[in-house]
């Protein structure tokens, strides 16, 4: 069972900045082998893609963190990185990391990390 370990939550004020990072073990196959990425949920909303990243580095962004945020990976260590710069009252959420393997059709899910945005 893949285990994801989430760190860098907190509360910052309105244009600074966070790094959040996950870490995957109980990893049997390759890191070219999955895509991971960030979601987040605030209170009343569905949960919603923040940003991915395949193995070969190729990354997605929803459009309202464009510019402001960086996600990253390093395979040496199954960990990716979510670098939140600018921050606003809306960013605002619990952010999730999640790992998919394709080849499974599967989903690994950290058990969230609460970013509040407030001054």
């Given at each position: 069972?893949?285990?994801?370990?989430?760190?860098g939550?907190?509360?910052?004020?309105?244009?600074?900045?966070?790094?959040?990072?996950?870490?995957?073990?109980?990893?049997i196959?390759?890191?070219?082998?999955?895509?991971?990425?960030?979601?987040?949920?605030?209170?009343?909303?569905?949960?919603?893609?923040?940003?991915?990243?395949?193995?070969?580095?190729?990354?997605?962004?929803?459009?309202?963190?464009?510019?402001?945020?960086?996600?990253?990976?390093?395979?040496?260590?199954?960990?990716?990185?979510?670098?939140?710069?600018?921050?606003?009252?809306?960013?605002?959420?619990?952010?999730?990391?999640?790992?998919?393997?394709?080849?499974?059709?599967?989903?690994?899910?950290?058990?969230?990390?609460?970013?509040?945005?407030?001054?």
């Amino acid at each position: 069972q893949v285990q994801l370990v989430e760190s860098g939550g907190g509360l910052v004020q309105p244009g600074g900045s966070l790094r959040l990072s996950c870490t995957a073990s109980r990893i049997i196959f390759g890191s070219n082998a999955y895509a991971m990425g960030w979601y987040r949920q605030a209170p009343g909303k569905e949960r919603e893609l923040v940003a991915t990243i395949t193995s070969f580095g190729s990354t997605n962004y929803t459009d309202s963190v464009k510019g402001r945020f960086t996600i990253s990976r390093d395979n040496a260590k199954n960990t990716v990185y979510l670098q939140m710069n600018s921050l606003k009252p809306e960013d605002t959420a619990v952010y999730f990391c999640n790992l998919r393997v394709p080849i499974l059709r599967r989903d690994y899910w950290g058990q969230g990390t609460q970013v509040t945005v407030s001054s």
